[in-house]
């Protein structure tokens, strides 16, 4: 992690001190910012986790602690892109396993909070999931949220990296096809048996 680290600020200097050179600063400034929000995920999901505020129901579906019966859903960060894909596979198969822990990280998450009395409110904003595949798992499409697509469009460069992992080349991630979903728990719980089903199909 402190290697990391270490890199990200010597890059950074060194692009602030080439492009005053060149008298180009505002580039230099903007590549130290691409590589502040390239490094964040290796130090905020450590440090949200250890304090409670994010959980991992798999290696790459993570939940907010439930706030005002409303908890939500983020998708894997670079934080486990790097540590969890397996680059010898094709860019098709991490797809896959990705879709695979999406699954299982709903099963989970069913399985810690069904049997729990108080209604609870599932959200997951994605530039991922279209509107056909959250449906059948019992999301249905919600207003636009302004605030999570202005985090998206923030976090464009390690967004780009993420989609570029997982599918094995470029991939520039479509921020226009961003949705935000809802589901209660019960609707997620009564389509358990459809995701186990589904799960057993891409294992």
Request: proline share 3%.
């Amino acid at each position: 992690m402190l290697y990391a680290i270490g890199i990200t600020v010597m890059l950074g200097f060194l692009a602030v001190l080439l492009s005053w050179w060149l008298h180009l600063l505002f580039i230099g400034i903007l590549i130290c910012f691409i590589l502040i929000t390239l490094l964040a995920p290796f130090v905020d999901v450590p440090g949200m986790v250890k304090a409670g505020k994010l959980s991992y129901h798999s290696v790459f579906l993570l939940a907010e602690a439930p706030k005002d019966g409303v908890l939500n859903l983020h998708g894997g960060t670079l934080f486990d892109y790097v540590y969890v894909l397996d680059f010898k596979q094709s860019g098709k198969a991490r797809t896959a396993f990705i879709l695979q822990a999406y699954l299982e990280g709903l099963l989970h998450l069913i399985a810690t909070y069904e049997q729990q009395e108080v209604p609870l409110t599932l959200r997951w904003t994605s530039y991922i999931v279209n509107q056909r595949t959250a449906a059948r798992l019992g999301f249905k499409p919600q207003p636009k949220d302004g605030l999570q697509q202005l985090i998206l469009a923030f976090n464009y460069g390690n967004l780009f990296v993420s989609n570029s992992l997982a599918k094995g080349k470029l991939s520039f991630p479509k921020l226009s096809a961003t949705q935000t979903y809802e589901a209660s728990l019960d609707d997620l719980v009564a389509r358990k048996a459809y995701i186990k089903q589904l799960l057993k199909r891409i294992q």
